[in-house]
Each structure stands twice: as structure tokens, then as C-alpha cells.
Nanobody, 120 residues
Framework: QVQLVESGGGLVQAGGSLRLSCAASGSIFKINNMAWYRQTPGNQRELVATIKTGGSANYADSVKDRFTISRDNAKNTVYLQMNSLKPEDTAVYSC??????????????WGKGTLVTVSS
């Protein structure tokens, strides 16, 4: 059984910063790509940022130069540093990880999400 648990969400004023964390636990053999997504009510889930095992990252244009994704492979954790937050960044942020469980093939796992609210 694998679990992904996000933390770090909350209420922040526009221009402020938050740091999200997502820790994976369970019978993990290897974690491949990790990613952050966000979703607002009535809208599709949006890919925010991805990071490969070696640290190579990609970002959505809407967050480029404001958000930074990173990971600690020893802790099975991915982070999202969010700076210069805007009201339009308000969403539920979820992490996804492609994980190899012992004796099984790689599978995508999702966390339940953490709410980020940016006030104007």
C-alpha cells in the first residue's frame, strides 16, 4: 500500500508565499516522475509542475518564474515553493507520483490534495 500525503496549504495574501510538501510512504521500491496539479471547482485539473528523478523540472506557463518544484529522494518527498501568489492561484493542489512497488510495475498514485487560498 502506497500513500501520498500533502501538507502546507492555507490562506495567504496576494504577493505572499507558501511551501507545499507531499510525502510518499509504503512499500516503495522506486519513485519516477513526481508532479503537482491543481483544480478549482468546475474546472479541469491543471498540471502545475513536474520533476524527474534526476531533478529536471518543467512548469506551466502560468506559474513559471514564481513556483519551484523540488524533491528529496531520500525522504520520498516532493515540494512546491510558491512565491508571488495571485488570487488566481487559489485551488486544491494535489501531488502525483509514478511509483514502483516491490514485485509490481510502475503505477501513478495521487494524494488527496491541500487547499491553497490567496486573498486579494
Amino acid at each position: 500500500q502506497v500513500q501520498l500525503v500533502e501538507s502546507g496549504g492555507g490562506l495567504v495574501q496576494a504577493g505572499g508565499s507558501l511551501r507545499l510538501s507531499c510525502a510518499a510512504s509504503g512499500s516503495i521500491f522506486k519513485i519516477n516522475n513526481m508532479a503537482w496539479y491543481r483544480q478549482t471547482p468546475g474546472n479541469q485539473r491543471e498540471l502545475v509542475a513536474t520533476i524527474k528523478t534526476g531533478g529536471s523540472a518543467n512548469y506551466a506557463d502560468s506559474v513559471k518564474d514564481r513556483f519551484t518544484i523540488s524533491r528529496d529522494n531520500a525522504k520520498n518527498t516532493v515540494y512546491l515553493q510558491m512565491n508571488s501568489l495571485k488570487p488566481e492561484d487559489t485551488a486544491v493542489y494535489s501531488c502525483k507520483a509514478n511509483i514502483v512497488v516491490r514485485w509490481s510495475s510502475a503505477t501513478d498514485y495521487w494524494g488527496k490534495g491541500t487547499l491553497v487560498t490567496v486573498s486579494s
